[in-house]
């Protein structure tokens, strides 16, 4: 075990002789911002990055329909009860073209709606949210 374990280590050292002799060609060759060595590097860190950054980009959209859709639901049956309740006060309800409110959330999601479709196509829409939400950010991040 001891003659695995120097063999790695003398592997390790050679490594870090040739890693430091390549760091000085590069350096004495090319200029500093222009190192392949440090390009590569940062090429790779690009991509972990942009990995990381696609996944939350995910979220974020998941988050987002996810949001519209119990907003959604919870101020229509809101708005139904209110209804309900003036009736039986007898107070006359309110129509949708007399309420801003209502009037807002409908435009903002028709706004959602009509972003979504154009960017992914409009038969998806009839899928569920977590299809949406993936649709539309390979579309989003396919066109950046």
């Excluded at 101020?75 to 107070?91: E, F, M, P, T, W």
């Amino acid at each position: 075990m001891d003659g695995l374990v120097n063999l790695l280590t003398k592997s390790n050292n050679d490594l870090s002789v040739v890693y430091n002799k390549l760091e000085r060609e590069f350096q004495q060759t090319y200029p500093e911002n222009v190192n392949p060595l440090k390009l590569v590097t940062r090429i790779k860190k690009i991509q972990e990055d942009l990995s990381s950054l696609k996944d939350q980009c995910r979220e974020l959209l998941t988050a987002k329909q996810d949001l519209i859709d119990k907003a959604r639901s919870t101020l229509v049956s809101n708005r139904s009860l209110v209804q309900r309740i003036q009736a039986s006060c007898g107070i006359p309800p309110t129509n949708d073209s007399d309420d801003p409110a209502y009037a807002n959330l409908n435009q903002i999601i028709a706004e959602w709606t009509a972003q979504l479709s154009s960017k992914t196509g409009d038969d998806m829409l009839e899928s569920d949210s977590d299809d949406i939400n993936k649709l539309l950010f390979s579309a989003l991040v396919q066109q950046k």
